[in-house]
């Protein structure tokens, strides 16, 4: 008997990220940069992990709409916490830097969505204000643990993408360390989103996902603002798409014992 899959796509501002799931554990996963045309990166990550034994596909994030071979559409509020959950099922609250939001989730004992919030009307602290100041600071973003190891927090003034460029253009004519200036940024970021996500209750471990949670300077970060543990994943980044196929995988099982 061949082995059945669920289909996750999850459609976001920066990255497209697709996972195959069966029913144990992660097959197959692709992530991909979203383009100009959301929809032609949806298809590319659909095409390059669909086939026959797929049984169910969903789909999430911005784009969700876009994929038509999708047989259904799930917010991501819904897929980061059944990610989320699945990658740690002890976490209790879910903290997304995407590449243009910011999303808190609760989780209830049964990892369900107990209340969220979400932050999408300002590009600070997200994936591509991050890209922003390792651009103007000449620095490669995978480098960015090594780059900022001992480094001296700037304080910064600035949480604008725009003034905060010009802040980091005048401390560096001033003669103030690149690495300082970095570090100084992440402290920012994580301040702002640690205020941020404490406007709800959290207890318990949090799970940190996105790209950012790629970086562990950002995940110490986060912890010393928020007081509270933080944990993440290799995986962490696929977040969206693991739950969109964890769902697509129960949907479709339901689906052929009826």
Not at 19 to 39: C, Q, R, Y
Not at 161 to 167: L, Q
């Amino acid at each position: 008997m061949n082995k059945k899959y669920g289909l996750g796509i999850d459609s976001g501002s920066t990255m497209t990220k697709g996972v195959l799931f069966d029913g144990e554990k992660i097959v197959k996963s692709v992530i991909l940069p979203t383009s100009a045309n959301p929809a032609k990166s949806l298809e590319q990550v659909y095409k390059s992990l669909f086939c026959q034994d797929v049984i169910f596909t969903v789909s999430t994030g911005y784009g969700r709409d876009l994929l038509q071979e999708a047989d259904q559409k799930i917010t991501e509020i819904t897929c980061h916490a059944k990610g989320a959950s699945f990658l740690d099922q002890d976490v209790r609250a879910v903290i997304d830097i995407g590449g243009q939001d910011c999303k808190v989730i609760l989780l209830d004992r049964f990892l369900n969505v107990n209340d969220f919030l979400m932050n999408d009307k300002c590009a600070a602290g997200t994936g591509r204000f991050i890209e922003m100041m390792l651009r103007t600071l000449e620095q490669n973003p995978e480098n960015l643990d090594s780059f900022v190891q001992g480094a001296v927090p700037v304080q910064m003034t600035s949480m604008c993408t725009v003034f905060a460029e010009s802040e980091m253009v005048s401390l560096l004519a001033k003669g103030e360390k690149p690495e300082n200036i970095a570090f100084g940024m992440i402290h920012s970021i994580c301040k702002r989103t640690a205020n941020f996500a404490l406007k709800l209750p959290i207890e318990g471990k949090v799970f940190f996902s996105g790209g950012l949670a790629r970086y562990e300077i950002f995940k110490k970060t986060l912890e010393e603002y928020l007081q509270i543990p933080v944990v993440s994943n290799e995986n962490a980044q696929l977040a969206g798409a693991i739950g969109a196929a964890v769902l697509a995988y129960k949907k479709g099982s339901g689906r052929q014992k009826s």
